[in-house]
């Protein structure tokens, strides 16, 4: 395989970073891996919220993990926003930026004077981009805009689960991570119009509407009268008919996705039990008394046996994959979508790669996730700052 350069789509492009959790980060770090110089301002000190969390208490010779995986190939500067020489300096960061990316409370960034209207009239170019749980404005715009609640407050969580075991909860931060692609698709999308028209603007993305763009499907199918409800059964959701769904095999799960009954029954032999359900237009409207009618048969074979039969019957169908297992298949150590990288502190990391190919080059690791203010001397000297005035403001605690 040739080697390719270093991805530099966005090569030249600055982007000024005042992000926490994990939208923010992820979608900087989207950006930073096709080639923006993205700069991250914390507090001094501590350093961002996520350096001191850690999901499963990962922390990796005392790293966060979840600082890890989501603040790659950026710069870190730390100032103190409120003092008047950090919000100075960071006034002049964001004359230099092309894109300034916050997604803090709504408020927060006018009441340190760095909204976005005093900032356009700093640098009229600049593309504003925030991200918040439920908006700028709106009765819920002070709640927390974090990926379980909103989960939550979406239907997302109560179109899981079954009727008698209620909702359940994503396995992963779902909310965040399409929020994260959603908030970076809109800044491109920003900066062609720019490049176009010379015009910067506001881009807003609201947790509550990623949240249901990730559930068009079944929300489309709400807005237009079907009446939607959690099965009995453990299918797989509210509006698919069966087979589709797990079954427990004789020693684990198996997927199968969208085939009619009539060819399960007749892998199965066409048994007795199941012809009163080979009629298509009772799939949905009896799905539960049907999966309840299939459920013993899966029990008696192997997930690799049931794999080899289905398949070589043309029917969808996959293993249900621990993560264990998910990293030893054939198909996922072919993309291989796992980056390794050596960290000073936190030693061997591995971490996932930027999830889009380029024909112009490759999402490399130009840098590792940085230290709090790694970058301050280096960034504020850019700026014509000299090294007293920074030595300067690092006694005094405003970098």
């Known amino acids: 395989m040739t080697e390719q350069k270093s991805l530099s789509l966005l090569a030249g492009v600055r982007i000024l970073a005042f992000t926490q959790f994990l939208l923010g980060p992820a979608a900087c770090q989207y950006l930073a891996d096709m080639g923006a110089d993205v700069i991250k301002v914390e507090p001094p000190g501590r350093g961002a919220w996520e350096r001191s969390w850690a999901g499963a208490d990962l922390f990796i ?84 805009g974090q990926d379980l609640l909103i989960q939550a407050i979406s239907g997302l969580g109560a179109n899981t689960g079954t009727e008698s075991g209620g909702p359940t909860v994503s396995p992963a931060a779902i909310v965040d991570q399409h929020s994260a692609s959603l908030l970076a698709m809109g800044i491109l999308g920003a900066l062609v119009h720019r490049e176009r028209t010379g015009e910067g603007q506001r881009v807003e993305l609201i947790m509550m509407n990623a949240a249901l763009d990730i559930q068009t499907e079944p929300v489309v199918y709400h807005l237009n009268g079907a009446k939607l409800r959690r099965p009995r059964t453990p299918v797989a959701d509210t509006f698919h008919s069966v087979p589709y769904g797990f079954y427990a095999t004789a020693d684990g799960y198996l997927a199968i996705s969208m085939a009619p009954i009539s060819a399960i029954s007749e892998v199965l032999g066409r048994p007795a039990a199941l012809k009163p359900y080979e009629d298509p237009a009772i799939a949905y409207t009896r799905r539960d008394e049907i999966r309840e009618a299939l459920d013993p048969y899966f029990r008696k074979r192997t997930t690799a046996e049931w794999l080899e039969l289905l398949r070589a019957h043309d029917i969808w169908c996959a293993p249900v994959n621990s993560l264990e297992e998910t990293f030893d298949d054939v198909a996922v150590k072919h993309i291989a979508p796992v980056l390794e990288f050596d960290h000073p502190r936190a030693g061997l990391v591995r971490v996932l790669k930027h999830p889009v190919r380029y024909s ?20 504020l000297t850019e700026l014509g700052y000299t090294a007293e005035q920074i030595e300067e403001m690092r006694t005094a605690s405003e970098i």
């Open 61 to 144: 010779n005392g790293v966060s993990a979840f600082f890890l995986l989501a603040n790659r190939n950026l710069r870190s500067v730390t100032l103190n926003l409120k003092s008047a020489r950090g919000v100075e300096a960071a006034r002049k960061l964001a004359e230099t930026a092309d894109v300034i990316i916050e997604n803090y409370r709504p408020g927060v960034m006018d009441r340190l004077g760095l909204g976005y209207e005093k900032v356009r009239g700093l640098n009229p170019r600049v593309i504003y981009a925030s991200g918040s749980g439920y908006g700028s404005d709106g009765p819920y715009s002070q709640l927390p």
């Open 360 to 379: 112009s080059g490759e999402a490399t690791l130009r840098r590792l996730p940085p230290d709090a203010g790694e970058h301050t001397t280096e960034v």
